[in-house]
T-cell receptor, first 112, second 112 residues
Framework: AQRVTQPEKLLSVFKGAPVELKCNYS??????LFWYVQYSRQRLQLLLR??SRESIKGFTADLNKGETSFHLKKPFAQEEDSAMYYC??????????????FGTGTRLLVSP | NAGVTQTPKFQVLKTGQSMTLQCAQD?????MSWYRQDPGMGLRLIHY???????DQGEVPNGYNVSRSTTEDFPLRLLSAAPSQTSVYFC???????????FGPGTRLTVT
C-alpha cells in the first residue's frame, strides 16, 4: 500500500538557519511527489512537485528513488516560512484524477 | 474568483443525524474530491468525481454519499452521523491538465 511518512511533527529553527523537512514514501511504482503547505489562516496549497524540478520561495526537493525520499530543503529559513508542510504522493498517472496520499505533516516554526 | 468554497465552516451533530457538507468551485474544474483530516493523520480521500455524473470511492468512503449533478458542485452527505466522523473535511478541485489541487477552507464537524 502507498504510504507517506513525515517523521517530525515539529521542526523549530532560527531565522537564517538551513531547513530540511523529511519525507519518505512507500510505493512500488513511479510516484509523483508533492509538497503542500498551509500557512496560518490560509488554505492548503501546492508548494512544489518533483516533476517540475523548480525552486519555490527558496525551497527545493529532490526525489531519491533509492532512498524513497523527497525531503524539502531551504538554505536560509525566513519567519514567513512558518507553516504546516505536508508531503503527498500520487500514483503518477499521466492523465486523470490524482489520488493523493498525504503524510501527517510537519509544523515548521522559524523564530527570529 | 472565489475558488473552492465550503459551507458550513463549523457544525455540531448528534449521533444519527444527517447533513450535507457543501462544496462549490468556480474554476470550471473537471475533478473534485473530498478529504478528511483527523488528529495525527494525513488527509485521507473519501470520494472523488471526474466529471458531472461520475463519482468514485476513495480510501475511506464508508458512511458518506456523494453526487455530482453539475460541474460546480460536489456535496458530501452523511446519512447517519457517527462520532467516528468527527473530523475536518476538505474539498478540492483540479483540472485534468494540471497536477495542482485547489483546496477549500475546510469544515470542522463534531458528532456527539
Amino acid at each position: 500500500a502507498q504510504r507517506v511518512t513525515q517523521p517530525e511533527k515539529l521542526l523549530s529553527v532560527f531565522k537564517g538557519a538551513p531547513v530540511e523537512l523529511k519525507c519518505n514514501y512507500s510505493y512500488s511504482g513511479s510516484p509523483e511527489l508533492f509538497w503542500y503547505v498551509q500557512y496560518s489562516r490560509q488554505r492548503l496549497q501546492l508548494l512544489l512537485r518533483h516533476i517540475s524540478r523548480e525552486s519555490i520561495k527558496g525551497f527545493t526537493a529532490d526525489l531519491n528513488k533509492g532512498e524513497t525520499s523527497f525531503h524539502l530543503k531551504k538554505p536560509f529559513a525566513q519567519e514567513e516560512d512558518s507553516a504546516m508542510y505536508y508531503c503527498a504522493l500520487s500514483e503518477g498517472m499521466n492523465t486523470g484524477f490524482q489520488k493523493l496520499v498525504f503524510g501527517t505533516g510537519t509544523r515548521l516554526l522559524v523564530s527570529p | 474568483n472565489a475558488g473552492v468554497t465550503q459551507t458550513p465552516k463549523f457544525q455540531v451533530l448528534k449521533t444519527g443525524q444527517s447533513m450535507t457538507l457543501q462544496c462549490a468551485q468556480d474554476m470550471n474544474h473537471e475533478y473534485m474530491s473530498w478529504y478528511r483530516q483527523d488528529p495525527g493523520m494525513g488527509l485521507r480521500l473519501i470520494h472523488y468525481s471526474v466529471g458531472a455524473g461520475i463519482t468514485d470511492q476513495g480510501e475511506v468512503p464508508n458512511g458518506y454519499n456523494v453526487s455530482r449533478s453539475t460541474t460546480e458542485d460536489f456535496p458530501l452527505r452523511l446519512l447517519s452521523a457517527a462520532p467516528s466522523q468527527t473530523s475536518v473535511y476538505f474539498c478540492a478541485s483540479s483540472q485534468g491538465t494540471s497536477y495542482e489541487q485547489y483546496f477549500g477552507p475546510g469544515t470542522r464537524l463534531t458528532v456527539t
